[in-house]
């Protein structure tokens, strides 16, 4: 007789408006920690008596920080559960960033924000794979979705944040607010977070169906899903990189202006993930993906043919909107097909997940600005190869979907609402 491995299966809590808050907390802690002080370099070199490239350096202490320990955190509650680890994660989260607000160096300061990188991936691998060990297919999809509404934002709000609230707390500010949003992390954990994956479910499922969930982490079912919500995802950190200099610069907008365009795209980011988590359990999640992916194409395309043609840069702001927005669709449904993908070792595939998030949105930060101020060409180029790559990976996976595989391949179900 075969043991259920998921906990989806055996009696337990189930996904409520305050886990998913929380889950999106936790998820929004990062891009608030990495993005909300970037316009303060430039006094941080001055207060801190540092170079620019030593100031850059906390940021890329936490992005490695927090690649590393998605593949920490998650194998780690695998083993020992959700919860213990997801508490300790949140309470050096807390520590490192009081640590990083306080400190009196520049080297003190790039410590603190390693440990801050690797403490706070607790909350982003850990937070999804509790969604992952409560719901599967529609569910799974429409609760990411409703992950995307909470956290997604905050990618595309963190910088406007950081820019309107920089000179009346300086940098140190906005660090404690970084350090703010860590205790509100913690104590919702403490309050609301159950243990997902205890025991009992840990001893039933054994080492045998771990080792197996892990090789699953290599097939194309799991990879190609995998892969595809990187790239997905870099479409959009290409874009977040490249907006300083291309709504600043090659538009000549204002800094209100750029706050409003800024906005509006998190806001339409925002309501198609609302629909997206509307329609789930009417349509299949991979038709939905399907739809998100092939209008971020699309857009991308558009985008990528106005700056070869040298259109007036205003007129990018159209595509960019579709292409951005597009994603509301890919994230919560392609996210459920991956972590479907290995129900026996959710943490694992979380990690992996998140690693390449981290890896790809760090890889095309620096690309988009190798033509200079001047050009949108790297930014169109760097969003369509990213685009590409990312429908390719998703195609691979439904060459090779069945339904014991992917849940979201079977006909639609009413799956009880968030």
Do not use: C, K
Request: proline letters at 6%.
């Amino acid at each position: 007789m075969t043991v259920p491995t998921n906990p989806a299966a055996n009696p337990s809590p189930g996904i409520t408006t305050a886990l998913i808050a929380t889950a999106g907390v936790l998820a929004a802690a990062a891009p608030f920690a990495t993005d909300l002080y970037l316009p303060a370099f430039p006094v941080m070199t001055q207060e801190l008596e540092a170079s620019t490239a030593a100031v850059q350096l906390s940021l890329t202490a936490f992005l490695v920080g927090a690649g590393v320990g998605q593949l920490v955190f998650g194998p780690v509650s695998d083993r020992l559960g959700r919860r213990g680890p997801l508490i300790a994660g949140a309470t050096l989260f807390v520590l490192s960033s009081a640590a990083a607000a306080a400190a009196p160096s520049i080297a003190l300061l790039v410590a603190a924000r390693l440990i801050q990188g690797l403490s706070g991936a607790a909350g982003m691998v850990i937070g999804r794979t509790v969604i992952a060990d409560l719901a599967r297919g529609p569910q799974a999809a429409r609760a990411f979705s409703a992950l995307m509404i909470v956290g997604g934002a905050a990618p595309v709000v963190a910088p406007v944040a950081g820019s309107l609230l920089v000179e009346p707390l300086g940098w140190r500010g906005l660090l404690w607010i970084v350090a703010g949003l860590g205790i509100v992390s913690l104590i919702a954990v403490l309050v609301v977070v159950p243990e997902t994956h205890p025991r009992s479910v840990r001893v039933a499922a054994g080492q045998a169906s771990v080792r197996a969930g892990l090789r699953e982490l290599a097939t194309r079912q799991y990879m190609g899903a995998a892969v595809a919500f990187a790239f997905a995802f870099a479409t959009m950190m290409a874009y977040i990189s490249a907006s300083p200099f291309l709504y600043q610069g090659l538009m000549g907008l204002g800094t209100v202006a750029y706050g409003i365009l800024f906005g509006v795209n998190a806001l339409v980011l925002m309501v198609v993930s609302g629909v997206a988590m509307s329609l789930t359990g009417r349509f299949w999640v991979r038709r939905l993906a399907r739809l998100g992916l092939t209008l971020n194409l699309a857009a991308i395309l558009v985008l990528a043919a106005m700056v070869v043609a040298h259109v007036s840069a205003l007129w990018l702001i159209a595509p960019i909107v579709v292409a951005v927005g597009s994603l509301g669709f890919v994230f919560g449904t392609v996210t459920a097909m991956a972590m479907d993908a290995v129900p026996d070792a959710g943490g694992a595939a979380s990690a992996v997940l998140g690693f390449l998030q981290f890896a790809l949105a760090g890889l095309v930060a620096p690309l988009v600005g190798l033509g200079g101020e001047s050009t949108a060409v790297p930014l169109a180029i760097t969003m369509l190869v990213a685009s590409i790559v990312a429908s390719a990976a998703f195609s691979l996976t439904a060459e090779t979907a069945t339904p014991a595989a992917d849940a979201s391949s079977a006909p639609p179900v009413d799956a009880a609402r968030v």
